[in-house]
């Protein structure tokens, strides 16, 4: 029933942009903290950027701090990552969910981002 559907990944140089977005549907999106989440290959997911329900907290990893804005837009069920000045560390699956995550929805593919060299 939850569906979170990641887009706007791809190929970028370091230096570069990329906006991701996350439609929601199924659940009561206005209702619910979100987040960014990342997985690099080998490493351990981890909380990239969270905004609350009403988009008048947010907060994020040291590691990107300065770089990257979290939004939402309660009336288009959407939450959006504004990623400015990537690093090659930045490469990853980034997905969106609530935070805490839904008990009921499982991860899907997520959208890549890769950073070169």
């Known amino acids: 029933q939850v569906q979170l559907v990641e887009s706007g990944g791809g190929l970028v140089q370091p230096g570069g942009s990329l906006r991701l977005s996350c439609a929601a549907s199924g659940f009561s999106f206005s209702s619910r903290d979100m987040a960014w989440y990342r997985q690099a290959p080998g490493k351990e997911r981890e909380l990239v950027a969270f905004?609350?329900?009403?988009?008048?907290?947010?907060t994020y990893v040291d590691s990107v701090k300065g770089r990257f804005t979290i939004s939402r837009d309660n009336a288009k069920n959407t939450v959006y990552l504004q990623m400015n000045s990537l690093k090659p560390e930045d490469t990853a699956v980034y997905r969106c969910?609530?935070?805490?995550?839904?008990?009921?929805?499982?991860w899907g593919p997520g959208t890549q981002v890769t950073v070169s060299s």
């Open positions: 969910n609530a935070h805490p995550p839904l008990w009921n929805h499982q």
């Open positions: 905004i609350n329900r009403r988009s008048d907290i947010t």
